[in-house]
Each structure stands twice: as structure tokens, then as C-alpha cells.
């Protein structure tokens, strides 16, 4: 499924969006993933043909379900390729596409991320929930109250 609903009122997702995303090709190794995955702090893979066309999706959690099914420990050493693992039917939206609605989208259907393509289907950008934090993060002052505290 693609969002294509333009709207103007909360802005674009083209003005939220990681434009020209990290991709690797179906033939890449599992292995390679995970190290780009984890060498970039990246929770998505997005997986493109040589002409930047959209082909599927692997997502950290995908990587992890797949090494606890086959007993397996994903490792720089796994050299099944990629396509073996990832989701070839992955909703997308456009650029021009109303960021709140690409919002709701995501948090109606539980998606992490969009990959955002063109008219043309080519592969332009990704959106992801770390987007919109730094959007509602993005004018508000520093914090006075002594911030977050974490436990260990």
C-alpha cells in the first residue's frame, strides 16, 4: 500500500524524511547487514535493485527472529543474502505526503519506518519514528527540571 494523500497543513514528509538512504542489494550477506546495521545505529535496512527501485525492508527485529528461529547467532560471518530475509511487500508513502497522515499510518498499522519513493517508484528517502522525535523535539527549549533519569 502507498500513501499518496497530498496535504499541506503539517508539512511534507520530503521536510521530515532521511533523504537518499543507505540501501544494499538482495544478494548482500546477511552478515554485511548486520554490520552496516550496527556500525550505523541503523534499526532498518532498506534492500534496492541497481536502479534505486524499492525491493524490500529488513528491520533489526527481523534479523533477531530470524537467528532465534534457526537457532542461530546473526554474525559478521552469516553469508545467506539478504533477500532470504527481508519483506517484499512494504508500504510506502510519497514526498509529498502529509507528514501527520504518514504519521497516523505509522502508529495505526505499527510501522517504524516508510520507505518514502517518486512518482517512478524510485527510492528517495526513508521516514522513521526517530524523525518525527527530533520534529517534536525540534523548537522546544532545554529542559529545566533536571531531565530524564535512567536506571540501570
Known amino acids: 500500500m502507498q500513501i499518496t494523500e497530498p496535504c499541506r497543513a503539517a508539512g511534507e514528509v520530503a521536510d521530515l524524511m532521511t533523504p537518499d538512504p543507505v540501501t544494499v542489494q538482495p544478494t548482500t550477506s546477511v552478515g554485511e ?3 552496516t546495521m ?21 528491520s533489526q527485529r527481523d534479523l533477531l527472529a ?12 552469516d553469508d545467506r543474502p539478504i533477500s532470504e530475509l527481508m519483506h517484499e511487500s512494504v508500504d510506502t508513502v510519497r514526498p509529498e505526503c502529509c507528514a501527520a ?4 499510518y ?3 498499522n505499527k510501522h ?3 520507505p ?7 527510492l528517495v528517502g ?7 522525535l527530533r520534529l517534536a523535539t525540534r523548537d522546544v527549549p532545554p529542559c529545566t527540571c533536571g531531565g530524564v533519569s535512567i536506571r540501570a
Open 116 to 122: 518514502v519513493v517518486d512518482d517512478g517508484g524510485a
Open 66 to 77: 530470524a537467528a532465534r528461529s534457526a537457532d542461530l547467532q546473526i554474525n559478521s560471518d
Open 126 to 132: 526513508i521516514l522513521t519514528e526517530a524523525d518525527f
Open 112 to 114: 517504524s519506518c516508510l
Open 38 to 58: 550496527a556500525d550505523r545505529r541503523f534499526r532498518h535496512m532498506l534492500v534496492s535493485d541497481k536502479a534505486n527501485g524499492l525491493l524490500g525492508l529488513v
Open 33 to 35: 547487514v548486520w554490520r
Open 106 to 108: 505509522m502508529l495505526r
Open 101 to 104: 497522515e504518514a504519521a497516523r
